[in-house]
């Protein structure tokens, strides 16, 4: 019978693997940011951090898919499915399963499903956090570049823009969605430290407004 440090091993090499070639905005960096996020909340939060860190590990594991399907594939609900796959492999008990499967198909911001478990709460915190701030910023920028949009358009009309168009800047992502990701925290540490990132995120797009229209 493995350890469970064994079967995190594992599980973490097949989830890296999985991530390869996956844009930049949700690499394995992006999971190691939100493992560590999950581990400060989770910590605070007297969680199962057994539960987080697999959790954390597998949470984006279809993610590829949803990008290359351009949005028709949910990744999170997929990533469920992948993930149930995978821990049945190992020597893990069903309440665990359940809770680290509830994690992933919970985390997603746009859908209707909302987490239950202190896990699937704290999960959901650290990967929308991972979305705004100054980490949040860069990887907007990135993803725009990645589908080719513009840098910034901040005159366009944002209720006729189509995701993964030239339109779908992160100017759009910020004001359809990272601006409102403070109110949407679980856990007392993720409203703590969003709090902080939005007020940055919010300063950087201010400038950024100023500075196109020759303003500063």
Known sequence: ??????VLDKIKEEAKS??????????WEHTERVYNLAMRIGKK?????????????????????????????DHA?????????????HDLSEEKIENIVHCIETHRYRNDRVPQTKEAKILYDADKLDAIGAIGLGRVF???GHIG???HNKDVDL?????????????REYKIKLQYIKDKMFTDEGKKIAKERHRFMKMFFDRLNKEVDGKM
């Open 1 to 6: 019978m493995r350890s469970f440090g064994e």
């Open 18 to 27: 999985r991530l390869s070639g996956t844009d930049s905005c949700h690499e």
């Open 45 to 73: 939060e007297k969680a199962d951090l057994d539960v987080l860190r697999l959790a954390a590990f597998l949470h984006d594991i279809a993610r590829k898919e949803e990008d290359e399907s351009k949005g028709k594939i």
């Open 77 to 89: 609900e997929r990533g469920a499915i992948l993930a149930r796959e995978i821990l049945e492999k």
């Open 142 to 144: 990135s993803f725009a």
């Open 149 to 151: 949009a513009k840098v």
């Open 159 to 171: 209720s006729t823009v189509e995701p993964y168009s030239i339109e779908d800047t992160a100017w």
